[in-house]
């Protein structure tokens, strides 16, 4: 891995040569946690250097974006998190261009820097925040980013295949606790430990879902007024952050015990404790302190339209911009509720090697992906990937999502959705275990059958 990582910064002092050549520079990243703290540590560095930027945030990146950004005629543009399966694209269209990305590659690019280049996967090894954290330490110090770098990677859920971060992400932790900026250690993984009351913690969770208790305010209550000998302290229901070492051991062992005599399964038990991280600089009892809680605060500024409130926020705004974004983040997890308890009611059809649900107009696209993650702790069959569809303004979104066990025995979503989307007029790509697409209305059914043979394919042939 540090042969891998010293590689990445030879090609990114490469890309640094080029824009230190330019006063004006145009940042186009993807409206997700990973591409705000992607945007945010470029920006960051570039400031740094007193280098003028504007900033732009796209759903993907396709033809019609490469055209108008290349009529705007910029000097540079860097592309972070996108851009790495549009190179050719970008070519053609006369684009100068840095691309600092972690999706699969499609084509060369001389300025192009991504760790599948070198060796490294980028759905669990490295983000498209960590590939810029690279490139922003080729441009100067701003090894104190580290903590964004991290952020970023919890937003793409790259911890999910070890239940902590691994390969190049886990060399830029270390320079991030060295940098006294984030730490690490072991502790309960539900969502919410810096924010919300306990019981929520129970009441919200979906991986792993816990039957009884997900969904279900009272039991939750109940849950801890029989485990927890103080629930409430002065201010109402105490947080995670608010119980001792004792309380915090008490509470995990009925927890376990409690899962374990409603039968589920131990892969799934394990996953409630695992590595957590920190941020050090961040305010106690704050989203920011903890480093999924900040990355979904992120998500719901992004996915929502306003990417320039997370913007702000990656980048120090702790006034109106912090404001705004809970704001957004309590309508972000309604959402999120609203389209679970969507995709329970309405279930999932089977297909041989896949199952999948349609939103239609029930689900926003740009947070059908997330759902599509979070319902395969609704679905008893984690032997098959879930395709979930949504309808756009400009086609219908399709978004895949995988596990570890299906990768191991073949599974390739970016590729598989690449493919069957173009066959039917469509655009798409990602990572392994989770990718996207947009295809023609229309084309549902026809894609869909493709789709199904294709990752039957996939799965086939990795056997012989
Ligand atoms: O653009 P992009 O890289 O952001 O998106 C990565 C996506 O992959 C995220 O939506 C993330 O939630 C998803 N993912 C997943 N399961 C994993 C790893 C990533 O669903 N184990
Ligand atoms: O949108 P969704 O969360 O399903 O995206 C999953 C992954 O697929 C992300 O990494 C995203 O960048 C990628 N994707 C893509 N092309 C699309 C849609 C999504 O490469 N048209
Ligand atoms: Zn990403």
């Given at each position: 891995m540090l042969e891998t990582m010293e590689q990445m910064r030879a090609r990114a002092s490469q890309c640094a040569e080029e824009i230190k050549k330019h006063s004006l520079i145009h940042v186009v990243s993807h409206i997700d946690a990973d591409g705000l703290t992607s945007a945010g540590i470029i920006c960051t560095a570039l400031d740094r250097m007193g280098t003028n930027y504007s900033t732009r945030f796209v759903k993907q990146l396709d033809d019609m974006i490469i055209t108008d950004l290349a009529d705007q005629n910029h000097e540079l543009v860097i592309f972070t998190d996108l851009g790495s399966g549009m190179l050719e694209s970008i070519k053609s269209h006369g684009i100068n261009a840095i691309v600092s990305d972690h999706h699969q590659p499609k084509g060369e690019m001389q300025n192009h820097i991504n760790p599948h280049l070198f060796?490294?996967?980028?759905?669990?090894?490295?983000s498209g925040s960590g590939t810029t954290y690279i490139l922003a330490n080729a441009l100067g110090d701003n090894r104190d980013l580290a903590d964004l770098a991290i952020v970023g990677a919890m937003g793409d859920l790259q911890h999910m295949k070890m239940g902590y971060l691994t390969g190049i992400n886990r060399l830029i932790l270390k320079e991030g606790v060295d940098s006294n900026v984030i730490n690490f250690e072991k502790d309960i993984t539900l969502f919410g430990k810096q924010t919300r009351p306990v019981f929520k913690l129970l009441q919200f969770a979906s991986d792993p879902y816990l039957p009884g208790l997900t969904g279900q305010e009272d039991a939750c209550k109940n849950f801890l007024s029989k485990h927890v000998t103080r629930v409430s302290g002065d201010e109402g229901w105490r947080r995670w952050i608010e119980y001792d070492r004792d309380e915090k051991q008490k509470f995990v062992s009925a927890l376990v015990q409690y899962c374990l005599s409603a039968g589920l399964q131990s892969y799934k038990i394990e996953r409630l404790i695992g590595e957590v991280y920190t941020l050090l600089k961040e305010g106690e009892g704050t989203e920011m302190r903890d480093a999924s809680e900040y990355s979904t605060l992120l998500n719901a500024t992004a996915r929502y339209d306003h990417a320039e409130i997370g913007l702000a926020v990656c980048m120090g705004n702790r006034g109106d911009a912090y404001e705004q974004a809970r704001k957004l983040l309590a309508e972000h997890r309604k959402n999120l509720v609203e389209g679970l308890m969507f995709v329970k009611k309405q279930g999932l059809s089977k297909l041989t090697n896949l199952q999948y649900f349609d939103a239609g107009s029930s689900i926003r696209e740009t947070i059908v992906g997330i759902i599509a993650g979070m319902s395969t702790s609704i679905t008893n069959d984690r032997s098959l990937p879930i395709i979930a569809f949504a309808d756009t303004d400009d086609g219908v979104k399709v978004s895949a999502r995988g596990t570890q066990d299906l990768i191991r025995k073949g599974l390739n979503l970016s590729e598989a959705m690449s493919k069957v989307s173009a066959e039917v007029g469509g655009a798409g790509g990602g990572h392994d275990i989770a990718a996207g697409a947009t295809i023609p209305v229309g084309a549902k059914n026809e894609f869909i059958q493709k789709l199904d043979d294709m990752i039957g394919m996939q799965i086939r042939n990795s056997k012989q």
């Open positions: 060796g490294a996967n980028g759905s669990y090894e490295l």
